[in-house]
């Protein structure tokens, strides 16, 4: 079987505040030994199930946290920017995985409970929907494995996550490490605990096809972003076929979602180049 794996920082157990996820920051490197270990024991896992093609696909940050000499030796890593599709590049390969696993993720932007909720461009996106359904980064990336036929086995992060994942997948796996408690709070489970259930349900995750979940974008798809403020919606109307609707929210419609995925990223670098850090 061949696995992919998309790994963030924010859904990791040990993390609650946004200084342990950027790098230079008080508490980054702990936080970095802690999302190897999570990211170890899902490989683990998934190997004894017989994973003998395993792709983990760096999803934090500028995508550089990762370290291959720390990481399982079965699993190759896929790690800087700019990649085509963020995220969740290397799921759309040529040789296909037979599912992906989300690690370490989280709940999408405006979720009051959901540890270190955004949702991709935290100061630029206030909202992102597909069809006008709310979505964070899980939806918006399980929509682009899916569009590639890829199905999700196993989402990993808080108990927010985990209610956002139901909501939009039904009955995804998707497995919690840290109970909320606010944005910037969340009770921690046992270290010890989290690491021999993650490994435990990478295996089980593996093993058990009917459990996968595809996730197939609609067709066309809409994308409305609402933005920070109104300079961003400035220069996102910019792009071609990308419709203004209001002050701050911008529209872009296509039948192929890998397009409108990329246009999201797009809109998204756009948007954060008129952040001003004077003046918002």
Known sequence: MRAYISVDLEGINGVCHSSQTQPGEPGYERSIQLMHAETNAVIEGLVKAGCTDILVNDSHWDMRNLRIELLHPKAHLTSGWQKPFSMVSGVHSAEKPDFACFIGYHARSGCATGVLSHTYRAQVFR?????????GETGLNAYLAGAFGVPIALITGDDALQRECTE???QVNCLVVKQAVSRYSACFMPQKQVLESLE????????????WHLLK?????????TLADTSMADACELVPNVKRLNDRDVEFTDKDYSLVFRVMLALGALGASRKDQYFS
Do not use: Q
């Not at 909202?127 to 979505?135: G, H, K, Q, T």
């Not at 435990?200 to 459990?211: I, Q, R």
């Not at 974008?217 to 972003?225: E, G, Q």
């Open 217 to 225: 974008p609609p067709s066309p798809a809409k994308l409305t972003i």
């Open 127 to 135: 909202d992102v929907r597909i069809n006008d359904v709310l979505v």
């Open 200 to 211: 435990k349900g990478a295996y089980e995750a593996a093993k058990a096809k009917t459990g």
């Open 168 to 170: 939009l997948m039904g």
